[in-house]
């Protein structure tokens, strides 16, 4: 039972479609516990699932007044989703829904919705938004904190498609925020997360299909398999794909160890947006090198993270590290992959982490607004990712062939034992430092949906937007309810 005290006239206030759990060891309680990542796994005194507006309102009002901590969860896979027994969770997964005005080529996002659940009821309306990797990710929190979608170069990042929300404050007070109400909030929630509030709607632009640049609204995706002793001719054939605007190829470079061997390869998850029969010249000087495996067709955009749910499953020690890079340097990519065999021989837990590099052909959309995001100018990303996912993909590619310039190293750590939580943490950073080798530490950019640790002004580019977010962060939310980051 819960340690909490007035938890009982919480659950009274609540309408009956809500409901609380109390009872740790019950199974109700622990699926609800679940999430995608077990680090800093806690236990919480309650799990509370709200089913309306009103009954997320009167939970935060209630938690504010008895000096409660709660966090809140959608999706499940923030790794700042957890809470000790001090606390409560606030699961929105009773409220969740999306309704789309084709009038206004807007969507409304409400609560726990997913992005798979969003792609898919857009596509029905003959339209798409800038949604990312990861079907069961919640849509609003990716949205809120930047959100790094697959059409970048087309509509820009997920937070530059918001138009409107409404946000719960410290206070408990129920806002409307848009360009002429709370104009400084929602400067801020375009990027600078769900640190300013508790956001229950969210309203985004959409897009037409023919955007994509084809009228059925589909992407090229492909798989490219080679083995690891020709990590630097297959670096040299992607130095060309990435530098080529030509084609909108986008995607990732992944050192990984696939089943069933289990040796380190070299796989490159492919992405062409335009016209799919232009993949064979995009991606020719991949087919040049007569790969392992070569895989790939078109893709309806609302399926592109179908072949994902391995990477998607709940447990075990997983983080993602997202930092962006100015260019593509293949020496340093070929250290990060000494560094990978390393790191999967000292803890064979890890197997299933891949270190990344993302790219996009193309520069990204720019904004027609300013706001707390400040990475418009990233475009290469270093990612530390699950194999699992990368096989899954390759596997969902063969099956659909019937159907200024940075970049982002992207690192996604995946292990099981807990002994080695520290020592793959440290294979990952050691990655991103190799990339960030020559590098002025002030021009360091680290993806702010991934990290809540070292220097604030890597997530959050720029000193007046850092000035900025921090003092609204003290009008908004003084005493740190939604978290104390932007106070420290």
């Known amino acids: 039972m819960s340690s909490l005290p007035h938890i009982l006239e919480l659950k009274n206030s609540l309408s009956s479609n809500s409901e609380i759990l109390t009872n740790f060891p019950d199974a109700v309680f622990q699926e609800y516990l679940k999430r995608w990542t077990d680090i800093n796994k806690q236990i919480p005194s309650a799990i509370v699932l709200p089913f309306s507006e009103e009954d997320i309102q009167k939970t935060v009002k209630w938690a504010v007044e008895a000096s409660t901590p709660f966090v809140t969860k959608s999706g499940g896979h923030s790794e700042w989703s957890t809470i000790g027994s001090n606390g409560i969770i606030i699961d929105l997964s009773r409220y969740s829904g999306i309704d789309v005005s084709e009038n206004s080529q807007t969507a409304t996002l409400r609560g726990s919705v997913l992005q798979k659940a969003v792609a898919v009821r857009l596509a029905e309306a003959g339209v798409f938004t800038a949604l990312g990797n990861g079907n069961t990710v919640g849509a609003i929190p990716y949205f809120l904190n930047g959100g790094i979608p697959t ?233 530390v990712q699950s194999l699992k996912a990368s096989i899954a993909f390759a596997s969902h590619v063969c099956r659909s062939e019937l159907t200024g310039r940075y970049h982002f190293r992207n690192n996604l750590i995946w292990h099981t034992d807990p002994k080695n939580r520290s020592k793959v943490d440290e294979y990952s950073k050691r990655a991103v430092a190799v990339m960030r080798s020559g590098q002025d530490e002030a021009d360091w950019v680290d993806y702010q949906n991934c990290t809540r640790v070292g220097p604030i002004h890597h997530r959050y580019r720029g000193p007046e937007r850092l000035a900025r977010l921090k003092q609204l962060k003290k009008a908004w939310d003084p005493t740190g309810i939604f978290s104390s980051q932007l106070l420290e």
């Open 151 to 383: 059409s970048v170069s087309i509509t820009g990042f997920g937070s530059d498609q918001i138009i409107s929300a409404r946000l719960i404050t410290a206070k408990g007070d129920l806002l409307d925020v848009t360009e002429d109400i709370h104009p400084d909030l929602l400067w801020a929630i375009r990027g600078g997360g769900q640190f300013f509030g508790l956001v229950t709607q969210l309203v985004v632009k959409t897009h037409p299909l023919s955007l994509l640049g084809n009228d059925r609204g589909v992407i090229w995706m492909g798989a490219f398999v080679f083995p690891i002793d020709r990590a630097d001719e297959v670096c040299s054939a992607m130095k060309l794909v990435m530098d080529d605007e030509r084609y909108g190829t986008s995607g990732l470079l992944m050192v990984a160890a696939p089943p069933p061997a289990r040796k380190p390869s070299l796989i490159v998850s492919a992405r062409l947006t335009g016209d799919p029969n232009d993949a064979d010249k995009a991606y020719k000087s991949l087919y040049n090198l007569q790969p392992i495996v070569a895989n790939g067709g078109e893709v309806p955009i609302q399926n592109v993270s179908d072949g994902r749910a391995a990477f998607e499953v709940k447990g075990d020690f997983k983080q993602f590290c997202i930092a962006g890079l100015p260019g593509f340097e293949i020496p340093s990519f070929l250290k990060t992959i000494s560094l990978y065999e390393e790191m999967i021989a000292e803890c064979p837990d890890a197997i299933n982490s891949a270190f990344n590099f993302q790219w996009d052909s193309r520069p990204v959309k720019s904004s027609k607004f300013d706001s707390a995001l400040g990475h418009h100018h990233v475009r290469f990303w270093q990612y």
